[in-house]
């Protein structure tokens, strides 16, 4: 499955996520590939040094080169590729709804889609039904940008039990 994981700079909740979930998958033997990316993105930045350490708090993670990430714009070609997108926001949402119109279906809120998505359906059926219900803000990951470690650690933690829940969606619907 190709996945793309969306925040605003892709410098923490984007990186997070697509740690997590490579993880996940290798761990599971799922074949998934994942790329992160933001809304609103300085191209080529690395991630932040809260992101890494709160990622490494997360012994579950093990190792990652994660010196290697550089943020990266949302393009066509991502969305293109992509069979869902993972947004942190329901801006990120409307970003892609607005932005890439002819891919807008994959694209969704990952609380809302862990929330709502149907138990044992297939991807595309869990797509359809948590597009219909349109993003809902209160179901925003929060942006730790400008917060301190704590702020990271607390994305961090709610992330990864997103992450969980995404994986095991996913693997019973397909």
Not at 16 to 23: E, F, N, P, R
Not at 63 to 85: C, E, F, L, P
């Amino acid at each position: 499955m190709n996945i793309v994981t969306l925040c605003t700079g892709n410098v923490a909740r984007s990186v997070m996520l697509g740690y997590m979930l490579t993880t996940l998958g290798a761990s599971s033997g799922e074949e998934w590939a994942i790329r992160t990316a933001g809304t609103h993105v300085a191209e080529g930045s690395g991630m932040s040094a809260r992101t890494r350490d709160a990622l490494m708090k997360i012994e579950e993670l093990g190792a990652h080169r994660y010196g290697a990430h550089r943020s990266h714009q949302v393009t066509n070609d991502d969305v293109s590729w992509a069979q869902v997108i993972l947004a942190s926001e329901a801006d990120h949402v409307h970003f892609v709804r607005r932005e890439f119109r002819a891919d807008a279906p994959k694209a969704v809120q990952l609380a809302q889609f862990v929330r709502w998505a149907p138990r044992e359906e297939s991807l595309g059926d869990q797509l359809r039904v948590v597009t219909r219900l349109g993003p809902d803000p209160a179901l925003d990951v929060g942006d730790p940008a400008g917060g301190d470690q704590a702020a990271y650690d607390r994305c961090a933690r709610e992330l990864w039990a997103f992450a969980q829940d995404f994986a095991l969606l996913v693997e019973r619907g397909s």
